[in-house]
């Protein structure tokens, strides 16, 4: 028994009647006497009584119309959502704490003004985490802070930023040299993160070592231990340029500092692409 056999007999016992069933079906007469005749074999019983100008259900035939009708309506259903299915699923975005709390928000809203349909899952994680999960399927695109170089990848540089050292509002020296920076508490991103990745890259090429007395994974917990006095944190400027404007925060000038890092967007080559992800990835070429 099969679906085309399912539907025949559900047209033929609305109609009792194996020409009005054929044309309704589109389907030409023989075509439904053999349906019939097949599921009949396949039953070991008569289905149909045939009369003069009609038909009508056997009792195994009510039997099985009753069994059918549930199977037959839930598939329609599913039938009548099929060209929306690819709509209905979140776009599953892994993003890094800094640019989740910066400009994601915003190129989302920007995205959905021109894809109302489109949905979003958005879940925030170190960088090795994300790729490893954009890796597996669990996510379909990921945002990460600095660069990576893998043929599995499709990647797209879309912004970058500097990393600056905050203070309290009420530190007194604007400007440190690095050896000067190094002696003060510092309170920095864990390891493995990008923003402490760059600022020990960049400290140890200058022969030195940072020893922090406090790491979070965390960054607003970091910008509040710098508002309460325990010591100078490396951030991202855009992070904290707000509360810097709004002097609740000092940004500390570093000698001879320049550093900056990337957000990268990445997307696995080989991973089918909704409409919606390249739509998306489409945008993301715009960004920057």
């Not at 389907?27 to 074999?41: G, N, R």
């Not at 000067?180 to 020990?200: I, K």
């Not at 967007?265 to 945008?283: D, G, N």
Request: hydrophobic share 45%; aromatic share 8%.
């Amino acid at each position: 028994m099969n679906y085309k056999q399912c539907v025949i007999f559900r047209e033929i016992a609305k109609t009792n009647n194996f020409t009005k069933a054929a044309t309704n079906l589109f389907l030409t007469q023989s075509a439904v006497s053999h349906a019939i005749k097949d599921l009949e074999e396949e039953a070991g019983t008569q289905l149909f009584e045939r009369l003069h100008r009609s038909v009508e259900l056997t009792p195994a035939g009510e039997l099985l119309l009753r069994e059918i009708q549930p199977i037959i309506e839930e598939f329609e259903s599913v039938e009548a959502r099929l060209p929306d299915l690819e709509k209905q699923p979140p776009l599953k975005i892994a993003s890094c704490i800094t640019y989740a709390q910066t400009e994601l928000p915003q190129l989302l809203r920007r995205f959905s003004v021109n894809h109302p349909e489109a949905h979003f899952n958005v879940q925030v994680f170190p960088a090795s985490e994300s790729i490893a999960r954009l890796e597996t399927g669990e996510v379909d695109l990921a945002f990460i802070e600095g660069k990576v170089q893998q043929a599995s990848f499709q990647a797209k540089k879309i912004a970058d930023y500097r990393l600056c050292v905050v203070a309290a509002p009420d530190f007194a020296e604007e400007q440190l040299s690095l050896p000067e920076l190094l002696q003060r508490p510092l309170l920095l991103r864990e390891r493995g993160s990008a923003v402490r990745e760059a600022f020990e890259s960049f400290v140890v090429l200058q022969g030195f070592k940072p020893f922090p007395i406090w790491e979070s994974v965390d960054s607003q917990a970091l910008v509040s231990a710098v508002k309460a006095g325990f010591g100078l944190s490396v951030l991202p400027y855009r992070l904290v340029k707000e509360e810097i404007l709004l002097g609740k925060l000092t940004e500390v000038k570093i000698t001879d500092w320049q550093l900056t890092n990337d957000i990268t967007a990445l997307v696995r080559k080989s991973r089918y692409q909704s409409r919606i992800l390249a739509e998306f990835w489409k945008m993301l070429h715009q960004v920057n």
